[in-house]
């Protein structure tokens, strides 16, 4: 209505879906004021069959707000709580809203927005705003929303109807690159009476103005806080840090409630208030000491559009004061921050300075932070043998992260600050054991904030890494990406300076190469690093300065290489070489808790051994330490001292009969050893301490699958794939069982689910094999294997052997192992010459039995018997071998042929990977790596260790014809490991080399 009243009717019709919808409309909080409106609110639950249910008045109750639970002087702040009874998915709520507003927030004005939803499925949504025909209003849409507009008897009526079949949230909308998801939206519909921005401050003016009056205890507070003091802005800052910190801020948004701030006087005695009583508290304060501050609204999250005035578009209020030339910018309501220090959501942004006869203006808030950006972080400290970190921290801060931190603690007790450092250096890169914490006073706003800390991390530096390198503690660092900004914007810098100091004492076993230093100038930022060795002593300094708030955006890609630049140094670590084993130097007062992390590091990194003498360290200190058995048990596992990994893991039981993982070693054992029925009592004792223990129940259902218990291997399975269900190897063994129980759809959708989750060479290799093996589904194993054939060829194609990993030598045994699973495909389709081929191939870089195996059983069927026994007897002599093929073998010649037949081909077996090598040079062994190719020559050889004096015949080993034939003439890379043996000559015979490539699976390390 003209007169600034009005009223609002929400009609509101939703389909319950889920039970997740039925949480969050189960019941309704409805916001009111009751200063100046009354709500009205009427609803119905109608079930699928069409019955209704009215929503009674008894579900509907009216309650305080719960702010003005914590500050009273709020209470006309209300809400309507409505539980909606019997509300079940598939169910229509249908409900209305009247919100009549019987007082204008302005006299004879009004206004109003709305946005359209975006983040749910709506159907049709419709908006009808009508207003007197004889009034101005200037009404405003996004593009994609345009009204329609009708007039009848004295009223004008805007209409929109818009419907949202699409959910716009983060995790469907497409995004254009380039422009940030976070910065909120203009809303779809503006409408307001204002004329100008004049108006818009007169109307506040008005407001505020009585409301500034001061109080006899306000004016004594003013000369006792402004005593001896004659500058005026000295006079203002001691105001404003009384008002900023001993009035708490209550966060309610500007407009939340009511527009008019308190009296002065009564936020004085309730020691609290909003954002503007906060502000008309300073301002009447500051009248009394002959300064006019000015109230300035001015929005936190949203740009202000200077064409459209209305009160909606502001949802804070903070402070202004012109002195002379100068500007002075207040918000009391960060309380904790420095005077003049506005946070970074505020600077920039356009604020309505309110001052009285049409005379407020929009003004614009400076980039520049009052108190510049900084950061120190101090680093003195010393690694130990073990690898563990203790350091003296200090990080020092002023600027936004000064303030985001004052408000942090100041929010905590004290006796929590502990866990507030700790969740600090955690985002800094440490995640280690706290100590000593020193806070500075947070209500000082005249220093820097500083944090002052010990810090203890066990196996900071993993010294049993193939690479060891030591990362610089504490010395993360971020620079805004662009790419995260709106295409053609500024990119906004925000000046700042930042500088890293370590000093950081280490081990006499470690000896440190420097890291690049690095220098950048530009004429906006320039960085700098600098690293030094002083003794045992790294010392590194890195230090930014960003001098530029924003930087034009035809600078992005000056910008970018800047950045990436500043980052590659930042994340640059130390390289290390570590001289000597894991001693007693430098860790005299180790306890064994830092001697197992650093065991446990040692066996990830696969150094068993080391692993094996820090936990024998412990045990010499605490022979009946609980958990180091089992950490030795599995350590001898995995070396294959298997006499000693049982005595280990019997004791770790006898000592903790609950052990979290020695049964389930235990079974590994004897699962290793064939002692089927041991190993699954063991599986199952640690199923029965642990019942969704997923490691003991994949062990023991893989060990039934390997045992044909098909039956009872798939429910343990089925529990394993229940309790971790992102792991793809179970849903293969899971597959394994099902389809061997004649379940191919089961099996299917196992396997499908193993894809799904990892579709990678080992998987493929999996499910082909378990596929082939059953002789179903053959065209699809064929795929999976050869897809896993095409990853694998690509990945070893560009590895040189200076670049060599372990990850490489396990691809190369597991390209045989697929290259026999595509031969043997095409074997059961009957196609024996592609099936020869890829067999041929596995059997040449492997050697492995079963590949013999089924390079006889080809031979056979195409009636070629003596190959065929040939290749079973081999089958037969592979170490570990399975009887299948001697099974064959014998009903081809009998038992006592075939016994001579596979002593003759064991005799054989070295032969296949001996080569005569030219160029003897004396006594000596070494080891080398060749780079094979189809061509059967080494197109590279790498020496690994042995003799310095047989690296020269390197060249020699390229002249070698390898017996190793490739599926096809494509550029594959397969890369074998072999010993040099070299006689030297005597009166009877010449000097000698041979050459003897090691098994593939018999190759662990690339050094």
């Known amino acids: 209505e003209s007169d600034g009243t009005g009223t609002k009717t929400v009609q509101t019709r939703i389909l319950v879906q889920t039970e997740g919808a039925l949480q969050q409309l189960g019941q309704l909080i409805l916001d009111y004021n009751s200063d100046f409106e009354r709500l009205t609110f009427k609803g119905r639950v109608i079930k699928p069959d069409g019955t209704k249910a009215e929503i009674p008045a008894s579900a509907i109750q009216d309650m305080s707000a719960p702010v003005s639970r914590i500050a009273p002087m709020y209470s006309d702040i209300r809400q309507k709580h409505v539980i909606v009874p019997g509300l079940r998915p598939g169910d229509i709520l249908e409900y209305e809203l009247q919100f009549e507003q019987f007082a204008a927030m302005a006299p004879n004005q009004f206004w109003a927005e709305y946005s359209f939803g975006r983040s749910f499925i709506t159907k049709n949504e419709e908006l009808r705003i009508e207003v007197p025909a004889s009034r101005v209003v200037n009404v405003k849409s996004r593009p994609e929303f345009k009204p329609e507009v009708r007039e009848a008897n004295g009223r004008r009526t805007y209409f929109w109807k818009t419907a949202n079949l699409e959910r716009d949230d983060d995790s469907s909308k497409k995004k254009k690159k380039g422009k940030p998801g976070n910065k909120p939206e203009e809303p779809s519909v503006q409408v307001t009476t204002f004329q100008g921005w004049g108006e818009v401050g007169d109307w506040y003016a008005n407001l505020e103005r009585d409301r500034r009056a001061s109080s006899d205890a306000m004016r004594a507070k003013v000369a006792e806080l402004t005593k001896d003091l004659t500058d005026g802005t000295d006079k203002l800052r001691a105001i404003y840090r009384f008002v900023a910190q001993e009035f708490r801020y209550v966060s309610l948004s500007f407009g939340t409630g009511r527009y008019q701030p308190h009296a002065a006087a009564e936020v004085f005695g309730n020691q609290y208030g909003d954002c503007k009583d906060k502000s008309t508290l300073l301002a009447a304060m500051a009248e009394v000491a002959g300064l006019h501050v000015q109230s300035a609204l001015t929005s936190v999250t949203r740009d202000i559009d200077a064409t459209f005035p209305s009160p909606l578009q502001f949802n804070h209020v903070i402070s202004y004061l012109r002195a002379g030339n100068e500007e002075i910018w207040l918000d009391t309501t960060t309380e904790v921050a420095p005077f003049r220090m506005l946070l970074a959501p505020l600077r920039k942004k356009e604020a309505l300075v309110v001052a009285a006869d049409g005379k407020s203006v929009l003004s614009k808030i400076p980039a520049e932070p009052a108190v510049p950006n900084s950061q120190v972080t101090s680093v003195e400290g010393a690694i130990n043998d073990l690898g563990t970190l203790d350091a003296d921290v200090r990080l020092t801060f002023r600027g936004d992260a000064e303030v985001m931190g004052r408000l942090a603690v100041r929010a905590i007790p004290q006796a929590q600050w502990k866990d507030y450092i700790q969740y600090v250096a955690s985002v800094s890169g440490v995640d280690g054991e706290i100590s000593g914490v020193q806070v500075s006073t947070p209500t000082d706003v005249q220093t820097p904030l500083e944090y002052r800390f010990h ?35 500024p990119i906004d810098l925000g000046q700042s300076r930042s500088e890293y100091h370590l000093k950081m004492q280490l081990s006499r076993q470690f000896e440190a190469r420097l890291p690049l230093p690095v220098e950048l100038k530009r004429d906006y930022a320039q960085y700098s690093s600098k690293y030094a060795l002083e003794g045992l002593t790294f010392i590194g300094t890195r230090t930014m300065e960003v001098k530029l708030n924003e930087l034009p955006a035809d600078r992005r890609n000056d910008y970018q290489a800047f950045r990436g630049a500043v980052l590659a140094d930042i994340d640059q670590k130390i390289p290390v070489k570590v001289k000597g084993d894991a001693g007693t130097e430098g860790t005299a007062g180790v306890d064994s808790d830092e001697l197992l992390e650093a065991a446990s590091s040692a066996y990830d990194s696969r150094d068993y051994r080391a692993s094996i003498e820090l936990i024998e360290r412990v045990l010499k200190s605490e022979p009946d330490h609980k958990s180091a058995y089992n950490d030795l048990g599995r350590a001898y596992l995995e070396l294959g001292q298997l006499d000693k990994a049982e005595a280990a893991l019997k004791k770790a039981v006898t000592l903790n009969p609950f052990s979290p993982s020695a049964y389930t070693n235990l079974g590994r054992i004897y699962w290793l050893q064939r002692r089927y029925k041991d190993a699954e009592r063991e599986f199952r004792k640690q199923i029965e301490i642990v019942p969704l223990d997923w490691w003991a129940l994949s062990n023991l259902g893989e060990m039934l699958v390997e045992q044909k218990k098909y039956a009872e291997a ?280 041979a050459f003897i490539l090691l098994k593939t699976e018999d190759v662990h390390s690339v050094d």
Request: charged fraction near 25%; aromatic fraction near 8%.
């Open 455 to 489: 810090i203890t991390k066990q196996n900071y530096f993993n010294r049993f890494g193939k690479d060891p390198r030591l990362a610089l503690p504490f010395g993360t660092g971020t620079l805004i990406d662009p790419d995260d900004l709106e295409e053609g914007k």
């Open 714 to 993: 798939e429910p343990e399975l089925e529990k394993a794939t229940a309790v971790r269900s992102d792991d793809p190897r179970l849903y293969v063994d899971l597959g394994k069982a099902q389809i061997s129980l004649k379940k191919p759809e089961k099996a299917q959708e196992a396997f499908d689910r193993a894809v799904e989750i990892a579709p990678s060479p080992l998987v493929w290799y999996s499910v082909a094999s378990t596929l082939v093996e059953n002789n179903t589904h053959l065209d699809r194993a064929q795929r999976y294997a050869e897809s896993a054939v095409a990853m694998l060829t690509a990945q070893l194609r560009d590895v040189r052997l200076d670049q060599l990993k372990q990850v490489d030598l396990l691809n190369v045994n597991l390209l045989a192992s697929c290259w026999d699973t595509v031969g043997w495909a095409h074997f059961r389709k009957g196609e024996t010459s592609a099936a020869l081929k890829y067999l041929n191939a596995a059997w040449d870089l492997a050697q492995d039995g079963a590949v013999a195996d089924h390079i006889g059983q080809v031979y056979e069927r195409s009636a070629k018997r003596d190959r065929a026994i040939e290749y079973y007897a081999l089958a037969a002599a592979v170490p570990g071998a399975k009887p299948g093929g001697r099974e064959r073998l014998v009903a081809l010649v009998g038992e006592a042929t075939a016994r001579a037949q596979v002593d003759e081909q064991r005799q054989r077996l070295g032969i296949l990977r001996a080569y005569d090598v030219p160029g003897a040079l004396g006594e000596g062994t070494a080891e080398f790596f060749v780079a094979l190719a189809p061509g059967s020559k080494a197109v590279e050889v790498r020496f690994a260790s042995g003799d310095e004096k047989l690296k020269s015949l390197a060249s020699s080993l390229k002249s070698i014809r390898f017996n190793m034939n490739f599926p096809d003439e494509g550029d594959a890379r397969v890369f074998r490991r072999g010993i040099l043996t070299c006689q030297a000559a005597t009166k009877s015979a010449k000097g000698s080399c």
